[in-house]
């Protein structure tokens, strides 16, 4: 994956799950890292294992943030900046997610919180780094989710942020045509990670335990390998399974088989 040699790229969400897996592999590929997410310890010991790994070749820095706060965002470009002189690729993977059926939410709060973290977030984090984008014609990265194409139940919150991401970046790809900043938007199905017990319950809080058959759903380690060809090419869209690839046509002929499966999908865990 030569085209990412070098490349400095700012990872959101990159203390746990995919983000996590993601730092590895563009660590191996050669990219310079600015590694971000609430957990410091977290972000600190995944740069110690990245040293352990790649030696000296490993050039990361650690820069704790909580995205809601749009002070710690405009910190973080700036601290990019000032490290590594310019920035090449933004990928905005922090997220949070639901497990309630909207009719038993208790505090619609979590609707607030959810769109915080997975849209507005992300929206914020793109605008700051635009001038430099545009300076080096690089590349913006959304991990959506395949929420993001179709209803799911018990996380309408969820799939209305990713929905909401698709949009926004869809849109932003064709206003950043002409400055060669490409938009990849990438669509995970179920992946192991720590989302599922953190998402939050009807009343607010994390669920503890997961409620995923994680034997039967995509490793973050695959998906994190599965996304690297899609971001090195540029690409716009990258769906990560065959049901979400399908799906997206058979919705147009026979929705109501898709929210069948969708339900179906919830219900059995994967
Ligand atoms: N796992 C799946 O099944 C799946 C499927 C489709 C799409 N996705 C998407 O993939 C992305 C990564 O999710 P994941 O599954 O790897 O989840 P995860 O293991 O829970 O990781 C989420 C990451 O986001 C960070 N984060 C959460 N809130 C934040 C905030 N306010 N400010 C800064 N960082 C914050 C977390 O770090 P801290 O807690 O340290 O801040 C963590 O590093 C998300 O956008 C998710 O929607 C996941």
Redesign the pocket.
């Given at each position: 994956m030569d085209g990412l040699m070098d490349k400095v790229v700012i990872l959101?969400?990159?203390?746990?799950?995919?983000?996590r897996a993601l730092a590895r592999e563009l660590a191996r590929l050669g990219c310079h890292l600015v590694l971000?997410?609430?957990?410091e310890t977290?972000l600190q010991s995944l740069a110690l294992e990245l040293a352990q790994e790649q030696g000296a070749q490993a050039d990361v820095l650690v820069h704790s943030?909580?995205?809601?706060h749009p002070h710690e965002c405009r910190e973080l470009i700036d601290a990019c900046i000032a490290r590594f002189g310019r920035l090449d690729i933004l990928i905005n993977?922090?997220?949070?997610?639901m497990w309630s059926r909207f009719d038993e939410l208790e505090d619609l709060a979590i609707l607030e919180q959810i769109m915080a973290?997975?849209y507005l977030?992300p929206a914020r984090l793109t605008h700051m780094a635009l001038p430099h984008l545009k300076h080096s014609q690089g590349q913006v990265v959304a991990?959506a989710?395949?929420?993001g194409l179709t209803g799911v139940p018990t996380r309408s919150g969820y799939a209305a942020s990713k929905h909401a991401m698709m949009g926004f970046f869809d849109s932003l790809r064709i206003e950043l045509a002409d400055d060669k900043v490409a938009v990849t938007v990438i669509c995970?199905?179920?992946?192991v990670?720590?989302?599922?017990k953190?998402a939050l319950d009807g009343k607010g809080n994390p669920l503890g335990t997961t409620p995923m058959k994680e034997d039967k759903i995509m490793s973050?380690e695959a998906c994190a390998v599965a996304m690297v060809p899609a971001i090195a090419c540029r690409e716009r869209l990258l769906i990560m399974s065959r049901r979400g690839r399908l799906g997206r046509w058979v919705r147009l002929l026979w929705p109501s088989l898709i929210d069948k499966l969708a339900k179906k999908a919830i219900a059995g865990g994967h």
């Open positions: 959101t969400g990159a203390s746990e799950g995919i983000g971000t997410a609430r957990s977290r943030a909580d995205l809601t993977n922090a997220g949070m997610t973290v997975n977030a991990i989710s395949v929420a995970p199905d179920f992946v990670s720590q989302i599922h953190r973050a």
